[in-house]
Nanobody
Framework: HLVESGGGLVQAGDSLRLSCVHS????????LGWFRQAPGKEREFVAA????????QVADSVKGRFSISRDNAVNAVYLQMNSLKPEDTAVYYC??????????????????WGQGTQVTVSS
């Protein structure tokens, strides 16, 4: 249902935009989130947006640098990442959560996950 793209190898201070296309029929009513997982670490919440795009949540670790948006016309959600740091290196996952009014931070509340896209930031 979810396919991420846009990852890659960049230098510290660069920007990347991740995209996730949701092919399911419930896109317009799902909350969508981005999570990341670095080697040896647990999956970490990054950002999420509600179905209408009017409510977002962003992790403190990336606040001011990352932003999330969605385009319901093309069934896509985006993660704009600016001023990247080496500690942002991880596999980034897109996820969809059904039946919630506010985008959740807890990964257990997400029903569907993409395969992930690697982001590597060199110093």
């Amino acid at each position: 249902h979810l396919v991420e793209s846009g990852g890659g190898l960049v230098q510290a201070g660069d920007s990347l935009r991740l995209s996730c296309v949701h092919s399911g029929s419930t896109f317009n009513t799902d909350a969508l989130g981005w999570f990341r997982q670095a080697p040896g670490k647990e999956r970490e919440f990054v950002a999420a947006v509600n179905w209408g795009g009017g409510a977002t949540q962003v992790a403190d670790s990336v606040k001011g640098r990352f932003s999330i948006s969605r385009d319901n016309a093309v069934n896509a959600v985006y993660l704009q990442m600016n001023s990247l740091k080496p500690e942002d290196t991880a596999v980034y996952y897109c996820a969809a959560s059904r039946g919630v009014a506010f985008p959740p931070l807890n990964p257990a509340l997400y029903n569907y996950w993409g395969q992930g896209t690697q982001v590597t930031v060199s110093s």
